[in-house]
């Protein structure tokens, strides 16, 4: 059983950056692919970014270019660094872990789910 937490969202103005960290427990994430995902209210949940065991990440056209999924497995945490942040970034961002070790882009390839944090951006 995995338990995943994350942190470091907020309110930001348009342009500015976020850092999300995603930490675990219970178990070691070296072997899982780790996904980001966000729901905006009245909308289907989305991939943002995901990256595998071995580190090959996945973005998003969406925000390609401006974050970035990294992973500290010494740390058992997995990052998303957000620049540039717009308005229609405002979700509810879920970290997820895929027990099969790639960068899953679907929410049915990932068996764990942390409670989300809020991220809003104003214009």
């Not at 930490?23 to 995902?37: D, H, I």
């Not at 992973?71 to 660094?81: F, G, I, P």
């Not at 620049?83 to 882009?105: H, I, R």
């Amino acid at each position: 059983q995995v338990q995943l937490v994350e942190s470091g969202g907020g309110l930001v103005q348009a342009g500015g950056s976020l850092r999300l960290s995603c930490s675990a427990s219970g178990r070691t994430l070296g072997t899982y692919g780790m996904g980001w995902f966000r729901q905006a209210p009245g909308k289907e949940r989305e991939i943002v970014a995901a990256i595998s065991r071995i580190s090959s990440t996945y973005h998003a056209d969406s925000v390609k270019g401006r974050f970035t999924i990294s992973r500290d497995n010494a740390k058992n945490t997995v990052y998303l660094q957000m620049n540039s942040l717009k308005p229609e970034d405002t979700a509810v961002y879920y970290c997820a872990a895929n027990v099969m070790g790639y960068a899953g882009t679907g929410s049915y390839e990932y068996s764990y789910w942390g409670q989300g944090t809020q991220v809003t951006v104003s214009s």
